[in-house]
């Protein structure tokens, strides 16, 4: 079944020059899209906003590092090492499922889901295209993108429920951050988030 999706999607790649170049763009583009939205938040936004951008850092590096151990105790290889597919986008032939862009996507938008739902949904939306994308270009299984949406709602949760922890860390980093000189900064003292 894994495969009989894959080839009802990638099927289509290498026909439509349309949706080639966009899929083909989302997929080598998403995770710097993603850097540029965070550092934004981070040097025009308030207080709150810096700390769901760190946050949102922590969730995707201990996502990406859990996805790091879930490959070398499983390793599926990649759908272009074992079928004739449609590729769009070279890769390595290393670990296939979970797909790593797709977890960095999606754990960095829950974390702003969280505490930001209009932001949060438009990154969500554009983390789930991302997904989508890797299986369009013949980088990813269906499985592996469902695979790491769960690996991401999953430590995003964690995460979440750790803020009464990560918060005087997140906090320290804010404050250290405003006594920087020369950078963009609020003039408000961070403080715990609210999410009552």
Known sequence: MNYSLFKSINQHAGHHP???????????????????????????????????VLYAGITGIVALILNAVIAHIYFEPRPFVSHDVNLLVPHDADASFPSDHTTGAI?????????????????????LLTGFSRIYVGNHYPFDVAGSI?????????????????????????????????????KESAR?????
Do not use: C, E, H, Q
């Open 18 to 52: 349309f949706w080639d170049g966009l899929m083909a763009g989302v997929t080598n583009n998403a995770l710097f899209i993603f850097a540029i939205v965070l550092v934004l938040m981070w040097l025009f936004g308030k207080n709150d906003m810096k700390r769901t």
């Open 107 to 127: 754990a960095l938008a829950f974390a702003v889901l969280y505490v930001n739902r209009k932001l949060g949904s438009v990154m969500l939306a554009f983390a």
């Open 192 to 196: 715990t988030i609210d999410f009552k």
């Open 150 to 186: 769960v690996v991401a709602g999953i430590v995003s949760l964690v995460i979440y429920k750790l803020y009464p922890i990560l918060d005087p860390l997140v906090n320290g980093i804010i404050r250290i951050y405003n006594r920087i000189p020369f950078v963009p900064k609020s």
